[in-house]
């Protein structure tokens, strides 16, 4: 687990109107402008729970080779009596690496990466992680984060 809620999305323009109105404010902040550009750069858009603090965070669902292998390896797993698909701890740990360096190195996402990869380090598929952080040119970040990770 990580600090927010991350879900991947695929969303057409028409579709905008009532995500935003199903989150309304004041309860909610979700702008249907971010929305958009979010969708035209292939990124990420943000809806806040006003009234609890909570965040979620929407990427949008890309044709990169990387995004498409994410999604085709999401797993189903029991949230609260749920069955909920999620991400594999190897894809999300390589998503939160590929932020640090977009991002110009973000922490937090480092955290979080960190986090998932001590947690889940007996479990992780090792050539996974290394073939995708040579393709996706984020070898310096896992190698940081190996370093820096302590046995739990």
Known sequence: ??????????????????????????????????????????????????????????WILTDQPFDQSRFARKRAEDVMGMSVKVSSPEDTILAKMRWVVESGGSEKQFADALHVFEVQRDILDLDYLNKWAAALDIEEIWSRLQNEAEIL
């Open 1 to 58: 687990m990580t600090h927010d809620i991350d879900l991947v999305v695929s969303i057409r323009e028409a579709d905008i109107g009532n995500l935003v109105e199903a989150f309304p404010s004041p309860s909610y902040y979700l702008e249907a402008e971010s929305v958009r550009e979010a969708m035209f750069h292939g990124s990420v858009f943000t809806l806040m729970d006003n009234t609890g603090g909570d965040k979620v965070d929407f």
